[in-house]
């Protein structure tokens, strides 16, 4: 593997490390930053598959409740809401996702300036939503 890749990749990681446990949009900022190192891969592969471990990071602080978790479902009527309201939130993204992948693949994985003004959107908008004097409803899932 060529040493300026190599780079690359290193960077591209300390960057998806920086931002995905913060509210920013971490593929945003892989992408982006990817797009101004020159860094290709073949259908954004590396820069989807480099999230696998904050996703395993993910699973392994919430191992213990996702294993009692999947243990009640055949017995606890809670649980098999929670994951049924779980599978409904994520029913719409995936649908539209499937029907809208070519769009999502060449046009908002490509496209440097709508990147940057996504992203300077997203960051108003949240900086706007924090200022608000907003009062939790619920205190657990």
Known sequence: MEEQTIINALILGIVEGLTEFIPVSSTGHILLL????????????????????????????????????????????????????????????????????????????ESPALICTTLLVGGIILLWIDRLPLKPRYTDV
């Open 34 to 109: 990817g797009h101004f190192l020159g860094f290709e891969s073949t259908g954004k592969t590396f820069e989807v598959l480099i999230q696998l471990g904050a996703i395993l990071a993910i699973l392994t602080v919430y191992a213990a409740r996702l294993w009692n978790l999947a243990m009640a479902l055949p017995s606890d009527g809670k649980s098999r809401r929670f994951v049924f309201g779980i599978f409904l939130a994520f029913l719409p993204a995936a649908v539209i996702g499937v029907m809208a992948h070519g769009f999502i693949k060449t046009v908002l994985f």
